[in-house]
């Protein structure tokens, strides 16, 4: 039990130690030949604009759902598709119930008119 | 055996299925005709109750012992369908006064009622987890369901992160008794203390998780700092159905886990329960004589019932006291269900539509403009306190008797004086309403009228005769 404990611990210090460890060497052995565009936040990349606390729209939620609805579906599916003819037929209803309780999701997003590209 | 599995869940299956399909049916009904929508919704409600009386008198379990059938579910179940039936009754006029008659209300509502029939029979620890979230997330989407009113949105968010971070101290407290024991089977858990095999300082650590986890739903001091704000801020049709769905699934669930898998706990956790109890009763009560919002008044009342209810559940532990705790805190329930939504119903039909007429000085003058709404309000008041002739009385007899025979009678005196201090805020309400002038506007529809007629003729001629409920609960055993 105690030896246990024991390595949880050593492995928090080494956790600990690790990462400042490569930090310091680094900081030891690299060149230091500093110029504006090394020091700037992004070396390759869009400098930012304005303030990082704006309000978005929180609406992408819907995209969420979307996304739920036609890709996590698959991972279910790929499975229950390939094992079709060996499944018992409960089994089968299951996988039809399933794709019913999804497309009840698409027929809401569709009447509440979240499908339109606007 | 596939069918009877079905057949222990059939309520609930049934409801959950209408629950979907109403969600989208409502998506073809217009607007203007939402009056379908909660048709259909009562339509299921009451098809789910049919099915639910259908099982009286039968027992079994199902789903490999994840699920259990017995008298007390089935009570428990009609009771909760029919809070549902009451809710979808005080809503739909109350909705459509609001602006807020949106279809998806009776969907959530019917999806949180299922949630809290699984919690009534779940006979697993992680059942009983799973019937929480499934009964919680329809009602935080319903606390907010005002949007964009700041207040509603408020509540809602409120719920939403405390009752996740309650959810987190049930889960931990599962975990700690599966590592106790080796299982999440309430049946499980009495077997492997039996044997020897558990560790009892680590089940007790879990279950005094657990009971963290649903004290928070049954809105117990000292988990209770987000009553006032969400009862106040929810519609208030939705804070009706809250106060008495939340508690009877709670206390349900909470009833079933310690009495069927925590017996051996018993001496340990009765000073827990007792100091629980106690806090709970006190602070409900003292705190709601400050209130002069009434919503908020009714939400530190509701806390106070918790204590009474949580008083019974003190006794639990004690063999000879069990089934008769659980017997009066079903009666209780009972009561405090009907209570409610003839109270609530009263409140929502006194709110204005821009969310006003909520003080209690609103209501001055009720007992002269509106005679029979002012009757019925004052029947739930004295139902509230527990004055004859109202089925709160019997309600908190039953529990101080159980309280008493079970040897607590510091705890009976501390609820029988709190009660005393409870009738100076119930009273008032009685005072403002027929002798102060004022001119307060009550508009409801008829389904609204009916509920709270209903609520009051039951709460005062049940109580004439309390017999038949008496043979009622002592029926509701909890098997398994």
């Keep these: ?118 | 055996m596939a069918q009877l599995d079905f057949y222990t869940l059939l309520p609930t299956v049934v409801l959950m299925a209408w629950a979907s399909g109403l969600l989208i049916a409502d998506l073809f009904i217009p607007r203007d005709r939402k009056a379908w929508t909660a048709g259909l919704a009562a339509l299921g409600l009451a098809l789910a109750l049919g099915l639910t009386l259908a099982q009286i008198g039968r027992t079994g379990t199902g789903f490999a012992g994840m699920v259990t059938l017995d008298p007390f579910a089935v009570l428990a179940n009609s009771l909760l369908l029919v809070s549902g039936l009451l809710a979808v009754g005080l809503s739909f006029g109350y909705l459509r006064r609001r602006d807020i008659d949106r279809g998806e209300y009776y969907s959530l509502t019917l999806f949180s009622v299922a949630g809290m029939m699984l919690m009534t029979q779940a006979a697993d620890l992680i059942v009983v987890f799973l019937a929480l979230e499934m009964f919680s997330l329809p009602l935080y989407v319903l606390a907010a369901f005002a949007r964009p009113q700041p207040d509603s949105e408020e509540a809602g968010l409120k719920y939403f992160l405390l009752g996740a971070f309650s959810a987190g101290f049930l889960i931990y407290g599962i975990a700690l008794v599966y590592g106790a024991t080796q299982t999440t089977a309430l049946a499980g858990v009495v077997t492997a203390v039996a044997t020897g095999t558990a560790s009892l300082p680590l089940l007790a650590a879990g279950a005094g998780l657990i009971l963290v986890g649903l004290g928070f739903k049954v809105a117990a001091v000292p988990f209770h700092m987000w009553t006032p704000d969400v009862y106040q801020g929810a519609p208030t049709s939705v804070t009706a159905f809250m106060a008495a769905g939340a508690k009877i699934a709670g206390f349900a669930a909470l009833m079933r886990v310690f009495v069927q898998a925590f017996p051996v706990l018993g001496e340990k956790l009765t000073p827990i329960l007792w100091t629980l109890a106690a806090l709970t009763m006190f602070l409900g009560n003292l705190v709601a004589i400050a209130q002069s919002n009434i919503k908020r008044m009714l939400a530190y009342s509701s806390i106070a019932h918790a204590g009474y209810i949580l008083m019974a559940l003190t006794a639990y532990a004690n063999p000879q006291m069990r089934q008769m705790a659980v017997s009066a805190a079903l009666f209780y329930l009972l009561a405090y269900a009907l209570t409610n939504f003839g109270a609530w119903g009263v409140v929502a039909a006194l709110e204005k539509q821009n969310g006003g007429g909520l003080e209690l000085n609103d209501y001055a003058g009720l007992g002269r403009k509106s005679p029979a709404l002012a009757a019925a309000m004052t029947i739930f008041m004295l139902s509230f306190t527990g004055v004859p002739p109202t089925l709160g009385l019997i309600g908190k007899i039953y529990l101080f008797r159980v309280t008493v025979e079970a040897g607590f009678i510091g705890l009976a005196v501390i609820g029988v004086l709190t009660s005393l201090v409870s009738a100076y805020y119930y009273l008032r309400v009685v005072v403002v309403m027929y002798m102060r002038e004022g001119e307060p506007e009550a508009s409801m529809d008829g389904w609204h009228k009916a509920v709270i007629a209903l609520s009051a003729a039951l709460t005062v001629l049940l109580s004439l005769a309390p017999a038949a409920l008496f043979s009622l609960v002592s029926g509701a055993t909890l098997l398994f």
Excluded: H
């Excluded at chain 1, 080494?14 to 565009?37: D, E, F, Q, T, Y």
């Design chain 1, 1 to 118: 039990m105690q030896t246990e404990w024991l390595y949880i611990g050593l492995f928090l210090v080494l956790g600990m130690v690790m990462p400042a460890m490569a930090l310091m060497i680094s900081w030891l052995v690299a060149p230091k030949k500093p110029n504006p565009i090394k020091q700037s936040t992004y070396e390759c990349g869009v400098e930012t604009v304005g303030e990082a606390w704006v309000q978005f729209k929180a609406e992408y939620y819907i995209f969420a759902l979307a996304f739920l609805i036609f890709d996590v579906e698959t991972v279910f599916l790929f499975p229950w598709a390939l094992a079709l003819d060996k499944l018992p037929l409960f089994a089968v209803v299951e996988g039809i119930v399933f794709i019913l309780i999804l497309l009840a999701g698409l027929v809401y997003l569709w009447r509440k008119g979240e499908l339109e590209w606007a």
